[in-house]
């Protein structure tokens, strides 16, 4: 599946580096007000952060505000109540969930215990009013009846007891206690964790006279003098180019229609060789054609390993809409960072699916509907984010050509059965193609319905498209063959038929038939009959097509 990268193995800044800032609902100060929030960290998001984290429409004070407010709400335990949402209105929905993913990852509270204590705190308050009004009620009934010194120490005592503790009062505090101690517990732990790491990083890097920097992925690590300068070449440092979006767009759009164009020719007019003129007969070509495209991505995936190829993969190898860069469009369609969660299952379903759309269309239809696919798809990436001016994404890998061969394939074979494995068992028949299609399609429309995924859904969506696409002029075209074949087969056969009636005319067989021996001519009588039918019925199915 295809990732969104927000950089390529470039330093960043470490924005995420909070310090003690309010966590606890006994940490509320007594003037704050859910207008106004909570700070989040030692200081607000500066605006690249910004851009970083919600996207170029969100200003920088408007960002800050929203993550103040949120996080107040976190401390207060009012995340969920309903008067105080007035100030998140103008808001959009996505732009809260972005805030508080963003919170709930780089400032961790524990949101429940602090609604809990909330909850406590208000049930105390109305238990304490509920008790007033009784007490009062008490007092002046005493008073009333004794109007006596006793009547007055009775209301004394009832007053008394209007500032005593009660049992939720000491459920509360014990709770609140008990929460502080497990809060300083586990940020002690945490302090001396990365303290410890970053005395290990110092003098790591002091050892080898590099310094500590923040990998891509979040972490702390040291990189050496050489390493650093690998990063540094790597690294573009430009603000984003002053370009149109139709100086972005065109170059990349007419490489991608040249490149699909000339696979698509390239199939049209190629034939497959012999077994005998292949270089290697003994393997399927279905077998070499996909291995290698799995070994041009592992070649890729190891390059990324290699630091000094940095600078050339960043420039070619994954698409960047800020930066755009034609010849990437053809190749990140071969580009993998990551093996395990990546990779992997890529590779796994190209060897799947792609064998058997090789062996149903040959070399050329297949490496023309994966590749062209593929780079279609980050085109169409490449739009959606340019019209947006979404500059902080790029993206690569290899999904967008999986979807369009394996939608292609199922498309094609939509009324067709598979079966998985010999399942489902016999006597059933097996699963439609067209589920399968339908499957693959679901996955994208989940992704677009449900929030929070890294995966570029558009690339995705647009390797369906391209697959619906080439499966039905695949299917037309089988069709078209089978008809094709089926109508030369019997022309051959007619022709075999009226020649070996000619046959046997000069030969002189050709007689009445006389007790049995005319067995022979029934026969070839049949079988120009069912023939000439056959012609018949293949030049109306012709006629219906036109």
Do not use: C
């Not at 695949?474 to 009636?501: C, I, N, T």
């Amino acid at each position: 599946m295809t990732h969104l990268q927000y950089t390529s193995l470039r330093t960043k800044l470490d924005i995420f580096n909070f310090g003690k800032g309010y966590k606890h609902y006994t940490e509320l100060p007594k003037n704050y007000k859910d207008s106004t929030g909570l700070p989040f960290g030692p200081r607000d998001l500066e605006f690249s952060e910004v851009i970083a984290v919600f996207g170029p429409k969100t200003s920088t004070a408007r960002a800050n505000k929203l993550l103040r407010i949120l996080h107040g709400r976190r401390i207060a335990g009012t995340l969920d109540e309903p008067s105080v949402q007035v100030n998140t209105d103008s808001y959009h929905p996505k732009e809260i969930e972005i805030a508080l993913e963003y919170l709930r990852k780089n400032a961790p509270v524990d949101e429940i215990i602090n609604a809990g204590l909330r909850a406590e705190e208000e049930l105390a308050k109305l238990e304490l009013e509920t008790q007033h009004k009784a007490e009062v009620a008490a007092d002046a009934e005493a008073l009333e009846t004794a109007g006596n010194k006793e009547g007055e120490e009775q209301a004394s005592n009832n007053r008394d007891k209007l500032y005593g503790k009660g049992t939720l009062d000491k459920i509360r505090e014990r709770n609140i206690k008990r929460a502080q101690e497990r809060e300083k517990e586990r940020e002690q732990k945490k302090r001396e964790r990365e303290e410890k790491r970053q005395k290990e990083l110092e003098a790591r890097a002091k050892e080898l006279g590099g310094k500590v920097v923040v990998w891509e992925d979040g972490k702390t690590r040291v990189a050496t003098p050489k390493m650093q300068e690998y990063i540094d070449r790597a690294t573009d440092k430009k603000d984003v180019p002053e370009m149109s979006k139709w100086e972005r767009l065109l170059p990349a759009t007419i490489v991608v229609l040249l490149y699909a164009a000339i696979l698509h020719a390239i199939a049209y007019f190629y034939e497959e060789p012999l077994p005998e003129d292949r270089l290697i007969p003994d393997i399927p070509a279905s077998v070499l054609t996909v291995g290698a495209l799995i070994g041009a991505n592992l070649l890729v995936w190891g390059a990324w390993k290699l630091p000094p190829l940095w600078r050339v993969l960043n420039r070619y190898f994954i698409v960047v809409p800020a930066v755009p860069r034609p010849l990437a469009f053809i190749l990140t369609p071969m580009s993998h960072q990551h093996f395990g969660k990546h990779m992997f299952w890529n590779m796994v379903f190209l060897g799947g699916v792609g064998y058997a759309l090789h062996e149903d269309v040959g070399r050329a239809t297949f490496l023309a509907t994966y590749l062209s696919g593929g780079s279609f798809a980050f085109l169409a990436t490449h739009w959606m984010t340019v019209l947006r001016s979404n500059w902080a994404l790029s993206t690569l890998g290899a999904s967008g050509g999986l979807y369009a061969i394996g939608i292609a394939y199922f498309w094609s074979h939509a009324m067709d059965r598979f079966k998985i494995f010999g399942l489902p068992p016999d006597p059933a028949e097996g699963i439609h193609g067209l589920v399968f299609a339908g499957l693959l399609m679901g996955l994208n429309v989940a992704g677009m319905m449900f929030g929070g995924h890294i995966f570029d859904v558009v690339s995705h969506n647009a390797g369906v498209a391209f697959g619906l696409f080439a499966g039905t002029l695949m299917k037309w075209k089988r069709e078209s063959q089978q008809a094709a074949a089926a109508a030369a087969a019997a022309a051959d056969r007619l022709d075999d038929g009226v020649v070996r009636s000619e046959a046997a005319v000069a030969a002189g067989t050709d007689k009445p038939r006389e007790e049995g021996g005319g067995k022979a001519s029934d026969e070839s009588e049949t079988e120009l009959q069912h023939y000439e039918l056959q012609m018949k019925l293949h030049e109306e199915q012709k006629k219906a097509r036109g």
